[in-house]
């Protein structure tokens, strides 16, 4: 391994008691909020709480809860708009009703940026954590579960020259200035996550972070701990409540391991070390009842086999609730155009994401994977719709849609995951790469030539899917009463002009198959917990509720009634105001395995369909639990 030739300059100690914070004086805290548009009797109590309990993400009335949604945004990584993700208020209240009501998320992971948190050694910006809490309210309001996270990608865009091919994001210039790196340089690379093992600039960068060369993860962790003392002090009782924990590092890498030091070792004698470091700073923050979303080594799961290193967080012990397993998926094989040349198909990452509940159940923690996807444009782009399918499909269950209706009770846990990215400003924006005059990016999403963002803004301003409606916006449990046992969704979404259905309805079912007909469906399997609250499935919006039908032990219904506490199955807004929906089922019998089939199917199911369709799921679903 490559020694170390320059050392970082001085000594530096930062405690988060010494920090100096600059910017605009600190505003009042708000005084407490209104409920949310569309809130139910329940839902107040239900957002006061997040945590892990049992392995799973729990609510404050202790139902089981599913984030879904996307990263906001790769615009933080960008000097355009000073490290946020967006350029006003407005435009985060945009992003966030269209992210809602167009991408169906519950939940963003919401990028910050060191650099402009700490832009002087020592002196954290509060004008730039005010505009960051202001545009994170933007999605609180709506409706919508974030968790902050610290960004970084090649550590620092203060490594690159204006000339390079690549930049990078993350730590502020003060760090580089110090750090007397060597010119930059990744030789032959045809991807920019090269940098990571072969440019020595990233690689001494990331090794003098790991290993707090004159105190830089000092100054990072009393950062942090400042910028999450003024969001736990800025943001109201209820807004606080729905901040879900925070991500300390973005795919985290040694840069270079010592001598005999295995990426096994690495992860348990350095990268443990920090984070317990961080989760002290979040509990002195007044974050100690929510978790750290924590990433092991990026490559202990990649799919390419000469990229693969032993991780994993293997040897953290029991997480429990105090930390959240985070992980990060993309098909490299997929991506790399060589490795892998068709597209992918039916429990393509069955196994992938299989691994990921392994490590969550073995850590006794719950799991998400806080950024998969796959590029919209380029050469490699035709496998989207299919990549985008098998990783949603790897999601709800462990299982390919041709074994689940066989053994549906093997599905594991609905895993919780966050799409890259939502970047409004996609194809529009206006980036000086590198600080370059000579090199203005407006294309994609102006970083590395990468293309992501499933939404953009058209000429009119409106915010709009670039991908597939049926595949994004999704029908998913986002919060079960009792116990998820089994779910699955058949979205239909297209490659092209094919439509892709690979969890059809069994031929041993017939009136089950015709009720669903070529329409979407959902099916959820779980035992109550003799709650009054529902369960909760975020309604897709090509669910219309008048068109919608649900067969289930605790009913039958074509054409969702508004709810009411009386009403077992019944439809509501989620609450927010931004025009999206949910279904909401009540069984009130406890330790009962419950099922349910939502579907669009059928136009006008005739009342002997419906209860054909009930009697053979019935007998479908006996013993499943």
């Given at each position: 391994?490559?020694?170390m030739?320059?050392?970082?300059?001085?000594v530096?100690i930062?405690?988060?008691?010494?920090?100096?914070?600059e910017?605009?004086?600190?505003a009042?805290?708000?005084s407490?909020?209104?409920?949310l548009?569309?809130?139910?009797w329940?839902?107040?109590?239900?957002?006061a709480?997040?945590t892990?309990?049992?392995?799973?993400?729990?609510d404050?009335?202790?139902?089981e809860v599913?984030?879904?949604?996307?990263?906001?945004?790769?615009?933080?990584?960008?000097?355009?708009?000073?490290?946020?993700?967006?350029?006003?208020?407005?435009?985060?209240?945009?992003?966030?009703?269209?992210?809602?009501?167009l991408g169906?998320?519950?939940s963003?992971?919401?990028l910050?940026?060191?650099a402009?948190?700490?832009?002087?050694?020592?002196q954290?910006?509060?004008?730039?954590?005010?505009?960051?809490?202001?545009?994170?309210?933007?999605?609180l309001k709506?409706g919508v579960?974030v968790?902050?996270?610290?960004?970084?990608?090649?550590y620092?865009?203060?490594?690159?020259?204006?000339?390079?091919?690549?930049?990078?994001?993350?730590?502020?210039?003060w760090?580089?200035?110090?750090?007397?790196?060597p010119r930059?340089?990744?030789?032959i690379?045809?991807?920019?996550?090269?940098?990571i093992?072969?440019?020595e600039?990233?690689k001494?960068?990331?090794y003098d972070?790991?290993?707090?060369?004159?105190?830089?993860?000092?100054?990072?962790l009393?950062?942090?701990?400042a910028t999450?003392?003024?969001?736990?002090?800025?943001?109201?009782?209820?807004?606080?409540?729905?901040?879900?924990?925070?991500d300390?590092y973005?795919?985290?890498h040694a840069?270079?391991?010592?001598?005999?030091?295995?990426s096994?070792?690495w992860e348990?004698?350095?990268?443990?070390?920090f984070?317990?470091r961080?989760?002290?700073?979040?509990?002195?923050?007044?974050?100690?009842?929510?978790?750290?979303?924590v990433e092991?080594?990026?490559?202990?799961n990649?799919?390419?086999?000469f990229q693969?290193q032993?991780?994993?967080l293997?040897?953290?012990?029991v997480l429990?609730?105090?930390?959240?397993?985070?992980?990060?998926f993309?098909d490299?094989?997929?991506?790399?155009?060589?490795?892998?040349w068709g597209?992918?198909?039916?429990?393509?990452?069955?196994?992938h994401?299989?691994a990921?509940?392994?490590?969550?159940?073995?850590?006794?923690?719950?799991a998400?994977?806080?950024e998969?996807?796959?590029?919209?444009?380029?050469?490699?782009?035709d496998?989207?719709p299919?990549?985008?399918?098998?990783?949603?499909?790897?999601?709800?269950?462990?299982?390919?849609g041709a074994?689940?209706?066989?053994?549906?009770?093997?599905?594991?846990?609905?895993?919780?995951g966050?799409?890259?990215?939502?970047?409004?400003?996609?194809?529009?924006?206006?980036?000086l790469?590198?600080?370059?005059?000579?090199?203005v990016l407006?294309?994609?999403?102006?970083?590395n030539?990468?293309?992501?963002?499933?939404?953009r803004?058209?000429?009119?301003?409106?915010?709009?899917?670039?991908?597939?409606?049926?595949?994004?916006?999704?029908l998913?449990?986002?919060?079960?009463?009792?116990?998820?046992?089994a779910?699955?969704?058949?979205?239909?979404?297209?490659?092209?002009?094919?439509t892709?259905?690979w969890?059809?309805v069994?031929?041993?079912l017939p009136?089950v198959?015709e009720?669903?007909?070529?329409?979407?469906?959902?099916?959820?399997?779980w035992?109550?917990n003799?709650?009054?609250?529902?369960?909760?499935?975020?309604?897709?919006?090509?669910f219309?509720?008048?068109r919608?039908?649900v067969v289930?032990?605790?009913?039958?219904?074509?054409?969702?009634?508004?709810?009411?506490?009386g009403?077992?199955?019944?439809a509501?807004p989620?609450?927010?105001?931004?025009g999206?929906?949910?279904l909401?089922?009540?069984?009130?019998?406890?330790?009962v395995l419950?099922?349910?089939?939502?579907?669009n199917?059928?136009?006008?199911?005739?009342?002997?369909?419906?209860?054909?369709?009930r009697?053979?799921?019935a007998?479908?679903?006996?013993?499943?639990?």
């Amino acid at each position: 391994m490559s020694k170390m030739r320059m050392r970082l300059i001085g000594v530096l100690i930062l405690l988060a008691t010494s920090l100096t914070v600059e910017g605009a004086p600190s505003a009042a805290a708000p005084s407490a909020a209104a409920p949310l548009p569309g809130s139910l009797w329940f839902d107040e109590q239900a957002a006061a709480a997040f945590t892990v309990d049992h392995g799973r993400f729990t609510d404050g009335l202790g139902r089981e809860v599913v984030l879904r949604g996307y990263n906001v945004s790769g615009e933080t990584k960008l000097e355009e708009n000073g490290g946020l993700p967006f350029a006003s208020v407005a435009d985060a209240e945009k992003s966030a009703t269209a992210l809602r009501a167009l991408g169906g998320g519950n939940s963003a992971r919401f990028l910050l940026s060191w650099a402009h948190a700490e832009p002087v050694r020592g002196q954290v910006d509060r004008a730039y954590l005010a505009a960051a809490t202001a545009q994170m309210r933007a999605f609180l309001k709506a409706g919508v579960r974030v968790y902050p996270d610290f960004h970084q990608d090649l550590y620092s865009r203060h490594l690159f020259n204006e000339g390079s091919w690549y930049t990078g994001d993350g730590a502020p210039k003060w760090v580089v200035e110090a750090g007397g790196y060597p010119r930059e340089s990744c030789g032959i690379c045809l991807f920019w996550g090269q940098n990571i093992t072969q440019n020595e600039a990233v690689k001494r960068a990331a090794y003098d972070f790991w290993h707090n060369r004159g105190g830089v993860q000092d100054a990072f962790l009393a950062t942090a701990q400042a910028t999450m003392t003024y969001f736990a002090e800025h943001l109201d009782g209820a807004e606080f409540a729905a901040v879900a924990g925070f991500d300390p590092y973005n795919e985290p890498h040694a840069g270079s391991y010592d001598s005999g030091q295995s990426s096994r070792m690495w992860e348990r004698d350095v990268l443990w070390p920090f984070y317990t470091r961080f989760r002290a700073r979040m509990d002195a923050a007044g974050w100690q009842n929510k978790p750290a979303f924590v990433e092991p080594n990026l490559f202990w799961n990649s799919n390419l086999f000469f990229q693969k290193q032993e991780g994993g967080l293997l040897d953290a012990g029991v997480l429990g609730s105090r930390y959240v397993f985070n992980t990060h998926f993309y098909d490299q094989k997929a991506i790399s155009g060589v490795f892998m040349w068709g597209k992918a198909a039916d429990g393509q990452y069955a196994g992938h994401f299989g691994a990921v509940r392994d490590r969550a159940a073995a850590s006794a923690t719950a799991a998400v994977v806080s950024e998969f996807g796959h590029p919209l444009t380029g050469t490699v782009s035709d496998k989207a719709p299919t990549v985008g399918k098998a990783m949603y499909q790897a999601l709800d269950s462990r299982l390919p849609g041709a074994t689940w209706w066989s053994k549906p009770e093997q599905s594991g846990p609905v895993l919780s995951g966050s799409q890259w990215q939502w970047d409004i400003y996609h194809g529009r924006h206006h980036e000086l790469m590198n600080g370059n005059p000579d090199k203005v990016l407006t294309a994609a999403d102006a970083w590395n030539e990468e293309d992501l963002s499933a939404v953009r803004l058209d000429d009119s301003g409106a915010a709009v899917l670039r991908q597939d409606a049926r595949l994004l916006d999704r029908l998913y449990p986002s919060a079960t009463a009792g116990h998820t046992v089994a779910f699955t969704y058949e979205d239909r979404s297209r490659d092209g002009s094919t439509t892709l259905t690979w969890n059809p309805v069994p031929k041993s079912l017939p009136r089950v198959s015709e009720l669903v007909g070529s329409g979407q469906y959902a099916l959820l399997l779980w035992k109550s917990n003799a709650s009054a609250a529902p369960t909760e499935l975020h309604l897709p919006a090509s669910f219309d509720p008048a068109r919608t039908t649900v067969v289930s032990d605790l009913g039958k219904a074509h054409g969702l009634p508004s709810y009411d506490r009386g009403t077992p199955i019944a439809a509501a807004p989620e609450p927010g105001g931004t025009g999206s929906r949910r279904l909401l089922l009540t069984a009130p019998n406890a330790t009962v395995l419950h099922h349910a089939l939502i579907t669009n199917g059928a136009a006008a199911p005739s009342a002997e369909l419906l209860q054909a369709a009930r009697e053979e799921l019935a007998a479908w679903s006996e013993g499943r639990g």
